[in-house]
């Protein structure tokens, strides 16, 4: 069984950094693309970033050059180190695990999420 799950939420001020992690388990992460999303109440999941099982990194403009993707495989650990947090990053952030070779924006290319983790940033 597939099992992802998502560590590092909490708190920051503005201007504050933050990384998070995603465990996965039940499947070689070296099989998968893995990417981030995030949910705001009220808003509908967005992608922040992608990285596929090359390592090829793709970000959602809103967060490209303050948000940084990468992988350990031999961790089965995804990580998305945040730096300069703002109010707008304040969400519900999800991994995610994908069949194909390098991710995507969409979530429907996306098998398996996570339970997601917190994050919310005070100004």
């Known amino acids: 069984q597939v099992q992802l799950v998502e560590s590092g939420g909490g708190l920051v001020q503005a201007g504050g950094s933050l990384r998070l992690s995603c465990a996965v388990s039940?499947?070689?992460?070296?099989?998968?693309?893995m990417g981030w999303f995030r949910q705001a109440p009220g808003k509908e999941r967005e992608f922040v970033a992608r990285?596929?099982?090359?390592?090829?990194?793709g970000y959602a403009d809103s967060v490209k050059g303050r948000f940084t993707i990468s992988r350990d495989n031999a961790k089965s650990t995804v990580y998305l180190q945040m730096y300069n947090l703002n109010s707008e990053d304040t969400a519900v952030y999800y991994c995610?695990?994908?069949?194909?070779?390098?991710?995507?924006?969409?979530?429907?290319?996306?098998?398996?999420w996570g339970q997601g983790t917190q994050v919310t940033v005070s100004s």
């Open positions: 995610a695990a994908s069949t194909s070779y390098t991710g995507g924006m969409a979530p429907r290319l996306y098998n398996a």
């Open positions: 039940g499947l070689a992460l070296s099989s998968v693309s």
């Open positions: 990285i596929g099982r090359s390592g090829s990194t």
